[in-house]
């Protein structure tokens, strides 16, 4: 059975970059196609990019075209999401999640505040 | 890119009763569509992918139907852990997209 564990809560100021973590357990991650959602306080869910298996490529949405970047170590299982020129606006909670989208990470905390 | 309507926004019921909640896509999506469950604090929970296949684990209460753009979550025999935000998702095509969310909450 497949599980992932994100990393902690952080806390960044504008301009900043922060670099999530998801470790994956019960399967490899090659394996996987693995995606990032956010959610803003009080607000829906939204996709960021994810691991297109047909194309064996990660997409990203355009929104974050440029400042988003995601890899994968697979000598650790580990996927990564890495969001630049943070602003105010990011601050969410971010997780990643896989399977037929039946998998979620416990979701990490990201404050942007100067 | 793909638009996920849901409706209603928010929706008062009683333990007991059975809900519907519908969700429509802006152009069609097969049956790409999924439903989640979320709480406050915690990561949205999948009830439903393929539009209609029930997740493993989850009560046969939650039930899912449609094809093309208009699709359905029907949840019968509501009880207080039922009450909770739901989103529809569309898995198509790029990007991803999710509907804005329904509240039920316990009249």
């Known amino acids: 059975q497949v599980q992932l564990v994100q990393s902690g809560a952080e806390v960044k100021k504008p301009g900043a970059s922060v670099k999530v973590s998801c470790k994956v357990s019960?399967?490899?991650?090659?394996?996987?196609?693995m995606h990032w959602v956010r959610q803003a306080p009080g607000k829906g869910l939204e996709w960021m990019g994810g691991?297109?298996?047909?194309?064996?490529?990660?997409i990203y949405a355009q929104k974050f075209q440029g400042r988003v970047t995601m890899t994968e170590d697979t000598s650790t299982d580990t996927a990564y999401m890495e969001l630049s020129s943070l602003r105010s606006e990011d601050t969410a909670v971010y997780y990643c999640?896989?399977?037929?989208?039946?998998?979620w990470g416990q979701g990490t905390t990201v404050t942007v505040s100067s | 890119d793909i638009q996920m309507t849901q409706s209603p926004s928010s929706l008062s019921a009683s333990v007991g009763d059975r809900v519907t909640i519908t969700c429509r896509a802006s152009?069609?999506?097969?049956?790409?569509l999924a439903w989640f469950q979320q709480k406050p604090g915690k990561a949205p929970k999948s009830l439903i992918y393929?539009?209609?296949s029930l997740q493993s684990g989850v009560p046969s209460k939650f039930s899912g139907s449609g094809s093309g753009t208009d699709f359905t979550l029907t949840i019968s025999s509501l009880q207080p852990e039922d009450f909770a935000t739901y989103y529809c998702?569309?898995?198509?095509?790029?990007?991803?997209?999710f509907g804005q969310g329904t509240r039920l909450e316990i009249k």
């Open positions: 999640a896989t399977g037929i989208w039946d998998v």
């Open positions: 019960g399967y490899t991650l090659t394996e996987l196609s």
């Open positions: 691991f297109d298996p047909e194309d064996g490529e990660t």
């Open positions: 152009q069609g999506i097969s049956n790409y």
């Open positions: 393929a539009a209609s």
């Open positions: 998702q569309q898995y198509n095509s790029y990007p991803s997209t």
